[in-house]
């Protein structure tokens, strides 16, 4: 019992505050004419009501029982009205529930863009065909929600008006049968009435109800858009600040911040699984302007906030526990495009795609990558894998074991970003590696640390040694790559050639 029941106990001396609104409202109803009218403000007061988180019916029972009994229990001496019986209510004015929420029901699932709010009503939508509807009222919610109230109160007045001068028009008979409040939509009229007039009543009122809740739920998704991509904008800032704590896990915060992480997560794991996912394609060219290769990167596009900075996207995918899902999606995809990127960039260029040291020895992976080799080798398609540095790769037996099946496959591999976070010398000891990509860092530091170019320098010097082709990335002036040329680097990916591109584009 909270403290305003208290109060209102002891002001009033009543059992309750559900009583104290009860008798207001019975003596309320007993001022003016009966008639249409009153059965109107029944409506609009029912709805007001469960506006604000009371339950309209309940406190507005002993009206109802006075003034609207059922068809079964009246006579012409305890009906206002020989139209307005309680089965008029329920059948006709309160489809769905109060408000005649089934109207917004099918509102949401036609034109809601929100996939949480389809969701919502596609989980209430079976109570609801039984006129239950608390699901809705309290989950979207409508109660308390400014956007709700217009339509919340507007579609149950015109269904009652419209039912009314239907009904008292004669285009349907007056409510002879006794119906049960939960029986569904279209049966309930029909029975009702003993006519299908009654059903197509109902029926209209539902098409003109929806019609009246469809602004409005395009209202409240721009405002859940519009307040989306303002957390969107904070929370990329705090990603961007916090993305190189590797203990952090943005998608176990308490906060605005996890809450929206852990929607985005829940975002990509349904793009993966749905197989929706597009990849760009970055060309590699060598120092006289013959492309050599293409990189596929990943591009999630999300439907509201549009192409995602990519380490965020691998990131949420390893704390959401589907990255190798993710990473063999990409790797279906980029087979897919092969024939398009070849025919964009060139018959001999060499195609490659990202995976992560932890992905890359695993036995699911393995097997994965075994099956596609088994119903089309690799062999001899000039494809490339670029071991990324989210997680360190540890050489053990088993790392030996993975890296030289991968070689037999028919697979180059490259070590991406070298030199930088968590990728070592120790790559390069065993010879496993066909390609060293130098880390943008390193390109843009050429010019402003001075001992860059001579880091740059040795790496070169040593890839030459072992038999390996150095890559610069993030190449975007002439000066950078005349510059690497001279240091003996004539292999280029960047905006100095292009960006990635889109092959829909």
């Not at 001992?451 to 190449?475: C, D, K, P, Q, Y």
Request: with cysteine; proline share 4%; aromatic share 12%.
């Amino acid at each position: 019992m909270t403290v305003l029941d208290v109060a209102v106990i002891r002001v009033f001396d009543v059992e309750s505050f559900r009583q104290l609104l009860s008798g207001w409202f019975s003596a309320l109803f007993r001022i003016g004419d009966n008639g249409f009218l009153k059965g109107l403000f029944f409506v609009l007061f029912s709805s007001v009501l469960w506006f604000f988180g009371i339950h309209g019916s309940d406190v507005l029972e002993g009206v109802m029982q006075e003034y609207f009994a059922p068809v079964a229990s009246s006579t012409a001496a305890n009906t206002i009205d020989p139209i307005l019986h309680k089965e008029f209510f329920d059948c006709f004015v309160l489809m769905g529930g109060c408000g005649a929420t089934i109207c917004l029901l099918i509102a949401l699932l036609i034109f809601s863009r929100n996939r949480a709010r389809r969701g919502l009503a596609l989980s209430a939508a079976f109570p609801m065909v039984f006129n239950i509807n608390e699901m809705m009222v309290f989950g979207l919610p409508i109660i308390f929600n400014p956007v709700m109230l217009i339509p919340f109160l507007i579609v149950p007045l015109f269904c009652y008006t419209s039912s009314y001068v239907a009904i008292a028009s004669g285009l349907v008979p007056v409510i002879e049968n006794s119906v049960e409040w939960t029986t569904p939509i279209l049966l309930g009229g029909y029975t009702a009435t003993g006519s299908f007039a009654g059903a197509a009543l109902q029926l209209f009122n539902l098409i003109v109800g929806v019609l009246i809740y469809m602004p409005f739920v395009h209202l409240l998704d721009r405002s859940a858009e519009n307040e989306s991509k303002r957390q969107f904008e904070v929370f990329m800032g705090y990603f961007k600040e916090h993305e190189a704590d590797p203990a952090l896990r943005f998608t176990a915060l308490s906060n605005v911040n996890g809450d929206f992480a852990k929607g985005i997560c829940a975002d990509l794991r349904h793009s993966v699984s749905k197989g929706e996912i597009v990849m760009a394609y970055q060309p590699q060219y060598s120092y006289d302007g013959v492309c050599i290769g293409a990189e596929a990167l990943l591009r999630y596009r999300h439907p509201l906030h549009g192409v995602l900075y990519p380490p965020m996207v691998i990131r949420l995918a390893e704390e959401g526990g589907f990255l190798t899902e993710l990473e063999e999606a990409v790797i279906r995809q980029v087979l897919a495009d092969r024939d398009r990127v070849l025919r964009r960039f060139g018959e001999g260029v060499k195609l490659s795609f990202n995976v992560t040291g932890a992905t890359i020895v695993s036995e699911p992976f393995l097997r994965f990558l075994r099956q596609l080799n088994a119903e089309e080798p690799f062999a001899g398609k000039n494809l490339c894998i670029e071991i990324t540095e989210q997680t360190v790769l540890t050489f053990t037996e088993q790392t030996d074991a993975a890296l030289s099946e991968l070689r037999r496959m028919g697979f180059a591999l490259a070590i991406d970003d070298f030199s930088m976070g968590q990728t070592s010398i120790h790559y390069l000891k065993d010879n496993f590696f066909d390609w060293i990509k130098l880390d943008g860092s390193l390109v843009k530091g050429l010019f402003t640390h001075k001992n860059t170019r001579e880091i740059v320098s040795s790496i070169v010097g040593l890839a030459a040694t072992l038999n390996m082709t150095v890559l610069a990335e993030f190449v975007e002036t002439e000066e950078e790559k005349e510059t690497l040329h001279a240091i003996g680097c004539d292999c280029y990916q960047g905006w100095l050639y292009s960006p990635a591109v889109f092959l829909d584009k």
